[in-house]
């Protein structure tokens, strides 16, 4: 019992609600926290470190109440919903919070977007979205206990490349929006030009309290932000009302307010916010429910545009259309079984899947995510394709070769740091990553790994966030690469054009 000889302060009181969560360590004594990376603090994810992220942001008074409220009941019921939590809901009241998160922008298109919200209590949701000089209201949408207090608003009959200010209505009230927030459309598929599109792994709770990048994304122009894994929630395994209070703490992050309600965000989970490093399928000691309300906690709580085999609550991979790029972003943990069976990585019917994905994209460009790396030369291919199921990534390889699909991009996280690989097929194509786990600039492995020939780019301990530019207004289009560090400006730069990215046959 050591914890009760430590539980002096009212924060260490917090903090014994977090036993479930399993045995303090010496890091949890108050004193003892400086020692700890944000990496680590991260991964433990205490009532006190929760309550440091926080206040890495100027908040309110109210703001700090309504937390140390809510974290201390989420800690002491590890697995409800906030929905389910009734003294999250007197939280909000008492301090004056009208909503618990969101807006959260998704799904755009070239005519509509989806505008996620989180309420304090089941509700209707609405958005007003200024056309053409009138407002026009869309939904109401209603949170419910089912949805765990969630709603997603589309805002459609919208104009290609266009801006629009919106303003989000809970039961017909205003709600505080954060500065900056609009709706900014696609442009229509046979409009040439520039777009951009964000993208990076691994904030890490943490990232997510820094605004370098997020205001540079936001401000850039980014069209969609892509994240690939080890965002918000981090270790909480079966835990599902602590995945819920990191989600509470990721919306009280005023730099990610901002963002997420100007740049559409697209997510998939790698092993931090799915239970716990490196593991995936259905984790020893764990049942195929805790799976599936890990599942359902992250279908909550982001605003993706599909989520798996959605009728049988399977997997959370998904392909959209942003802009000139179809994204497949494929989940890399849910169907993992055992390295040396067959498909052992994204399971038969998501390969399957991939193979109808990659069959019916129309191009120019083709988004393709792991959760971690393709390619081997970091860490061995630790935890990755290399390690598990090297036949499947030559099978996918080759398919898009033999059916000469062009314009692929792979991307992926994981291993911390910003890098650009080439992968070398027999053929002499050359297919190409970016694997940018540097949105929390935490500590990782080489920069450079063991094949510096095929690394044009790798840093560490550096923030960054990737960021494609396509241009569709020339014969061959283009895409140019940079890594954006937190001053803005580019850490690396490389164009390759569509020819380039053309399997040869075609
Ligand atoms: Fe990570």
Not at 244 to 254: A, E, F, G, H, I
């Amino acid at each position: 019992m050591k914890s009760i000889l430590i539980a002096t302060t009212a924060s260490s009181l917090l903090a014994i609600l977090d036993l479930a969560t399993g045995p303090l360590h010496a890091a949890d004594v108050p004193g003892k926290q400086a020692k700890m990376s944000d990496l680590e603090r991260a991964h433990r994810g205490t009532v006190d470190i929760d309550t440091e992220l926080l206040n890495r942001a100027v908040q309110a008074p109210s703001q700090q109440a309504f937390f140390a409220a809510a974290r201390q009941a989420m800690g002491a019921a590890p697995h409800a919903s906030l929905a389910e939590v009734p003294a999250i809901r007197q939280a909000a009241q008492d301090h004056g919070i009208t909503h618990l998160g969101g807006p959260m922008l998704g799904c755009i298109s070239s005519n509509a977007a989806s505008v996620w919200l989180r309420t304090d209590r089941p509700a209707k949701v609405s958005v007003v979205v200024q056309v053409a000089g009138e407002a026009r209201r869309c939904g109401p949408v209603a949170s419910t206990v089912e949805t765990d207090l969630t709603a997603v608003v589309r805002v459609d009959g919208l104009m290609p490349g266009t801006h629009y200010a919106y303003q989000v209505l809970v039961d017909d009230t205003p709600i505080a929006m954060p500065a900056n927030a609009r709706i900014t459309t696609a442009p229509a598929s046979d409009m040439a030009g520039a777009t951009r599109i964000a993208f990076g792994a691994d904030f890490h709770k943490s990232g997510l309290w820094r605004p370098e990048l997020m205001e540079w994304i936001r401000s850039r122009g980014n069209l969609a932000m892509l994240l690939l894994g080890d965002s918000a929630a981090d270790d909480r395994e079966n835990r599902v009302g602590l995945h819920r209070s990191d989600y509470l703490l990721r919306d009280l992050s005023p730099y990610w307010q901002q963002m997420a309600a100007s740049v559409p965000i697209y997510a998939v989970w790698d092993d931090h916010d799915y239970f716990n490093n490196d593991l995936g399928g259905i984790p020893r000691g764990f049942t195929a429910a805790d799976r599936a309300a890990v599942r359902s906690v992250w279908q909550q709580s982001w605003n993706n545009p599909g989520c798996g085999f959605n009728d049988e609550h399977e997997g959370i991979f998904f392909r959209t259309r942003i802009g000139p790029c179809d994204v497949i972003m494929l989940d890399t943990r849910f169907f993992r079984s055992s390295p040396g069976q067959a498909n052992s990585f994204l399971g038969e019917r998501q390969m399957k899947w991939l193979e109808e994905q990659l069959l019916a994209c129309s191009g120019p460009f083709i988004i393709l995510t792991s959760g971690t790396m393709w390619s081997d030369s970091i860490s061995n291919g630790k935890d990755s394709w290399g390690m598990w199921d090297p036949p499947a990534r030559e099978h996918i390889f080759s398919f898009i070769e033999h059916h000469h699909i062009a314009g692929v991009l792979l991307l992926s996280g994981d291993r911390h740091g910003a890098r650009v690989m080439k992968l070398p097929r027999p053929s002499g194509f050359l297919f190409h990553e970016f694997e940018i786990g540097s949105l929390g600039a935490h500590e990782g492995p080489a920069a450079i790994g063991n094949e510096p020939a095929l690394q044009p780019f790798g840093v560490v301990k550096t923030l960054a966030f990737g960021e494609f530019t396509f241009d569709t207004s020339v014969a061959d289009p283009t895409v140019t690469f940079r890594a954006i560090g937190a001053d803005g400006k580019a850490l690396h730069t490389s164009t390759l054009t569509h020819r380039e990215l053309t399997p040869p046959g075609n």
